[in-house]
């Protein structure tokens, strides 16, 4: 079955230490995106890439790395410079931006900063 | 700009209609609706694009007013299963990467 896949669900990390989050898309899409969600709030997008070797900073980049080396992957790596980083945090993909489609997304992974 | 959504949240008895609205400040060429039940991903409903072409579940009833820049999606004779978070996503033109600006969401729910 194709579709978006997030790991850990939960992950819990020590303030001052790095973490990245994986993303992995097997829907053949161009474009991909991450997306923070606060407790009672909506999406709020972090990077998103268009093609593979190519992003670009979203609302809420500060604290955040990205890359696409490979079509079906978008890791975000979540700094120690993110001063909030506990958040639930969701990957989309979509099959490309020339026409409008819908943005498929993963199950997501909480991250707890303790 | 985020759009900005109405109501914040509804209850419902099954059977029941409600309306969700999505107004934005900007001019839009499209509107996404996504409904995300707590703690899972969002599951996508409806775009809708300037000019009148939808994308969707036939079940599934919206509107776009290009001039007031505004989309309300009605819930009609609701179930339970309905419950859940609605959320408008906006794209403001079509060269944009395909990125959306998510409202802050309408919590519904359906009782008995």
């Known amino acids: 079955d194709g579709g978006i896949t997030q790991s850990p669900k939960y992950l819990f990390r020590k303030e001052g230490q790095n973490v990245t989050l994986s993303c992995e898309q097997n829907l053949n899409h161009d474009a991909m995106y991450w997306y923070r969600q606060d407790p009672g709030q909506g999406l709020r997008l972090i990077y998103y890439?268009?093609?593979?070797?190519?992003?670009q900073k979203g609302d809420i980049a500060e604290g955040y790395s990205v890359s696409r080396e490979k079509k079906e992957s978008f890791p975000l790596t979540v700094t120690s410079a993110q001063k909030n980083p506990t958040a639930f945090y969701l990957c989309?993909?979509?099959?490309?931006?020339?026409?409008?489609?819908?943005?498929?997304f993963g199950p997501g992974t909480r991250l707890t900063v303790l | 700009q985020q759009p900005v959504q109405s109501p914040q949240a509804v209850i419902l008895r099954e059977g029941e209609d409600a309306v969700i609205n999505c107004s934005s400040s900007k001019a839009l060429y499209s509107v996404h609706w996504y409904r995300q039940k707590h703690g899972e991903a969002p599951v996508f409903l409806m775009i809708?694009?300037?000019?009148?072409e939808q994308k969707g579940h036939e079940k599934i009833s919206a509107s776009f007013n290009e001039k007031k820049q505004q989309s309300s999606l009605y819930l009609t004779a609701s179930q339970l299963s309905y419950s859940g978070t609605y959320f408008c996503g906006t794209e403001s033109s079509y060269n944009q990467g395909g990125k959306l600006i998510f409202g802050q969401g309408t919590e519904l729910s359906v009782k008995p």
């Open positions: 890439s268009q093609i593979v070797n190519d992003f």
């Open positions: 989309a993909s979509r099959v490309g931006v020339l026409e409008v489609n819908e943005q498929f």
């Open positions: 809708l694009l300037k000019g009148g």
